[in-house]
């Protein structure tokens, strides 16, 4: 499918054009970055048509428009996906390689916008895609960090964080919007005064400081359909005036310090996942790109449609990405009240019905609730709007459930000097989803279950999905061709056709090539590893991955006690047949979570010394992928042949890393927890390596707190060898080192030992290990398991998603251009 007239001789003359005009080089003595900037700009030029027409289509068909609201985006490279969304890819490579460029190099060349930390980021950044893709009118709103995602150094096997400035070199991929900047009020106090002309008070905010928010858009290029969508991304800048009036009284140095003080608050993404932070920087961020959005929002309604907003929710939709926008309720009512002189009950619907939330986490630690005393000094107005809205909605409980005092204690927006931000986003919005089934399931159950008592009909399921496009057609080009050799390329926007895979695996000739596909993979993936850490390892050993956030509940911790068992076994019986098996692992631990920077340390410190013990004899190897991130991500899932998707049950609201390795044809062995329970409902439980305690089965020994790991490890010798090993010098001479994770298991810093209950599981998990060794040494069989995976992950793509999104709350219909 090639929707533009690609004109090569046109092309490779702006590329020789931009470098001129950036650089004053020519092609033969341009830098590598250089090159890169050239040939994205090339490309950029060739976006601007169909974005220009697309935004004129919106403004002719006027369709109802949806706002992804997300702290958090995370993009990864855009130059290769623009080019394959373009349907331009294999012109601009071969153009390209005519004048002594090689596409992949340059796409290393670029800089990759990590502005997230990990799921919920990237599901914003497959979502976008997708919505693109579709043909829906949509944006995609957040803050354009300077430094993204921190990018990870291993120093003496330790976690050290450098900063991301991704921003160093031009970033050919925006545009600067200073004509759409905004206002942006923190501080300061609200006062009332009667106006005679109204015959009614009139309310007053005086004394805020204001910053100004500028808007970058990105381009979202859908596939193959000249649809180009946008993200607006909020950078924040000094108010002129103020500059200047410090300027007329010559304190000049007071007016650079407040540009410099506006600009923190977009220097930084917190780097924390599953996890609040509860900084006042934080909080201004989420208020900052709110009211710069909807303020946007507001006006470009009242352009379109005029003052009267009863039609507010036909034609936007709003959706919160968590809980890190839900002060949007507040700010609307804001706009349309303060800004539009609405009355509460006029507005007060508007929003209600144009407003949506998704929920990503049942992890208490991630809940965000703010203190009042922070959030009333820095956004009196919104933190009055709030009180309203919650004394208003307890009258409203009260009718529900009349007298039941201990619930509204529990719903209550504000309660024990705290906001409750997921609260205000229930109680704000007309829906409310949970992103895998079980996680939905558990939100009805437990978490949310007062509010879904009161209306059971505000929530749903949204299972999440993953793009095919990244990650499949471009992360793992070999496997994509051959899909399309036996299919067609239906499968690039229709993932279900996936399942004209299934006859593939009576096929013994396709098998074969299935599997020397994933050995090339392997290959690619060997010799990254061999560049970037040094580490031979063999291509025909089981490559088993586990890619995630590092966090407690991921249980990594499992995953490498189970190496430190099977090292045990080796030197004790070094003899024994053992399948050769390489543990591979990539993760980024938070800044501040020191358990999880020492699980990071384990591994290092495990890898040393098993890939260097003569007594293994290369047949165990252990792996850690430093910076593990969207680019290397799409490297490594396209070679697994094992997913670890082994987190405590009922804690991974879905994942979406287990979606990626399934498409590309690695079987899973995981727990019943997030969408596991989906991948195994659609490819089969005997196509996967399933393990461990039930969800029911974590939360009831949490309910009853009968959980006693102490008792494990007196009793088990196998565990206690394990975890002793973490205390008697094998892995550190100094023996205090890895005492914390051994307390952790054990005593527990917080009073509560093993909190995830690895060593209830550990003995499951080796099982499930043995299996799925023992499924590997059939080779033709494994074949069939991972042609299988990949056969049935039709279901697993954001497509699909967006698609229950669009019809069950958007309700939006594809805009088309010709
Ligand atoms: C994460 C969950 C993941 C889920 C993503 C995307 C947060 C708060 N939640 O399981 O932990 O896949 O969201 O929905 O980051």
């Not at 540009?259 to 996890?275: G, K, Q, S």
């Not at 974590?698 to 206690?720: C, F, M, Q, T």
Request: hydrophobic share 40%; charged share 25%; proline share 3%.
């Amino acid at each position: 499918m090639t929707d533009l007239k690609f004109d090569k001789a046109a092309f490779v003359e702006d590329i020789k054009d931009n470098l001129r005009r950036f650089y004053r080089v020519d092609l033969e003595d341009a830098r590598p970055e250089q090159k890169f900037f050239a040939v994205a700009a090339a490309v950029e030029d060739r976006i601007i048509d169909n974005w220009m027409d697309t935004q004129k289509a919106f403004e002719e068909q006027r369709p109802k428009t949806v706002y992804y609201l997300s702290m958090e985006f995370l993009m990864g490279r855009a130059l290769g996906n623009n080019l394959l969304n373009l349907c331009i890819y294999d012109e601009v490579k071969d153009a390209l390689e005519e004048i002594g460029l090689d596409l992949n190099v340059l796409e290393d060349q670029e800089a990759e916008p990590a502005l997230g930390n990990g799921g919920l980021g990237r599901l914003a950044a497959c979502f976008l895609d997708s919505l693109a893709t579709g043909g829906y009118a949509a944006y995609g709103a957040g803050i354009r960090y300077h430094y993204g995602l921190f990018k990870q150094k291993i120093k003496d096997g330790f976690q050290v964080e450098a900063p991301d400035n991704w921003l160093k070199n031009m970033y050919p991929f925006e545009l600067k919007r200073p004509e759409y900047a905004k206002e942006i009020r923190f501080g300061g106090n609200t006062r009332t005064e009667w106006d005679d002309t109204l015959g009614k008070n009139k309310f007053l905010y005086e004394n805020y400081s204001s910053v100004l928010a500028v808007p970058y858009d990105m381009p979202i290029v859908g596939y193959g359909n000249r649809i180009v969508d946008t993200l607006r991304l909020w950078d924040a800048e000094a108010i002129n005036d103020f500059e200047l009036e410090a300027f007329d009284k010559g304190e000049y140095a007071r007016a650079v310090e407040q540009a410099n003080l506006a600009r923190t608050i977009t220097e930084v993404l917190y780097p924390n996942d599953n996890h609040m932070s509860g900084k006042e920087l934080r909080l201004k961020q989420q208020y900052f790109f709110i009211s710069a959005t909807l303020q946007t929002i507001v006006e470009q309604y009242v352009h379109r449609y005029g003052e009267d907003f009863s039609r507010f929710p036909e034609k936007v939709v709003l959706q919160m990405n968590d809980t890190h926008p839900s002060m949007a309720v507040a700010e609307l009512m804001r706009i349309l009240m303060d800004e539009y002189g609405m009355e509460w009950d006029d507005a007060w619907p508007v929003v209600h019905s144009s407003l949506a939330y998704t929920n990503h986490t049942i992890m208490q630690e991630a809940l965000e609730k703010w203190p009042i005393d922070l959030f009333s000094r820095l956004l009196p107005r919104v933190y009055q709007i709030i009180q309203e809205i919650d004394r208003r909605f307890l009258l409203d409980v009260e009718k529900h459930f009349p007298g039941d005092y201990a619930r509204k204690e529990r719903m209550a927006i504000i309660a024990h000097g705290q906001v409750r931000m997921a609260y205000l986003a229930i109680v704000g919005s007309f829906s409310v989803n949970g992103v895998a089934a079980l996680h939905s399931e558990l939100l009805q159950s437990r978490v949310l279950r007062d509010f879904y008592e009161m209306w059971p009909n505000k929530f749903s399921n949204k299972t999440n999905g993953v793009t095919q496009r990244r990650f499949l057609l471009h992360g793992n080009p070999l496997l994509a061709a051959w899909i399309t050799k036996h299919i067609g390329d239906g499968w690039h926007t229709d993932f279900s056709q996936m399942s004209g895979l299934l006859p593939l695996v009576e096929d013994e000739q396709a098998l074969r090539e299935f599997m020397a596909i994933k050995r090339a993979n392997k290959v690619r993936l060997a010799e990254y590893i061999k560049e970037h850490n040094g580490i031979e390892v063999d291509p025909d050993s089981i490559f088993d991955v586990q890619v995630k956030r590092l966090h407690e509940y991921k249980r990594q911790l499992l995953n490498i006690l189970h190496v430190i068992y099977l090292y045990d076994e080796i030197r004790r019986n070094p003899d024994a047949d053992f399948y050769p098996h390489t543990f591979i692992f990539g993760a980024k631990a938070s800044a501040g979570y020191q358990i999880a920077k020492l699980i990071i340390k384990l591994i290092g410190s495990v890898a040393e010394k098993v890939n260097n013990d003569p007594a293994v004899k290369g047949k165990l190897k252990v792996v850690f992928i430093e910076d593990y991130r969207v680019s290397n991500g799409e490297i490594i899932f396209a070679a697994a042949d094992l997913s670890e998707q082994i987190s405590t049950a009922s804690r991974e609201a879905s994942g979406t890393g287990n979606m990626k390795f399934m498409i590309n044809g690695a079987p899973t062995i995981g727990t019943m927890d997030g969408a596991n329970v989906e991948i195994v409902e659609e490819v089969g439980i005997e196509n996967a390596f399933i393990f461990g305690l039930s969800a029911d089965e974590v939360l009831r020994l949490e309910r009853e707190g009968s959980y006693n790991p102490r008792a494990i490890y007196d009793n088990d010798p196998v565990i206690r060898s394990i975890l002793d090993h973490l205390v008697d010098g094998t892995f550190s001479e100094d023996t205090g080192l890895f005492r914390p994770i051994f307390d952790s298991l054990l005593a527990g810093s917080y009073g509560k030992a093993d909190p995830y209950f690895i060593l209830a599981d550990f003995h499951a998990y080796a099982e499930a290990q043995r299996r799925a060794v023992e499924a590997y040494k059939d080779r033709e069989g494994w074949a069939k398991m991972a042609l299988l995976n990949t056969a049935c992950s039709g279901k697993f793509s954001s497509d699909r998603t967006i698609k229950e999104y669009v019809d069950g709350i958007w309700n939006l219909d594809p805009v088309t251009i010709d």
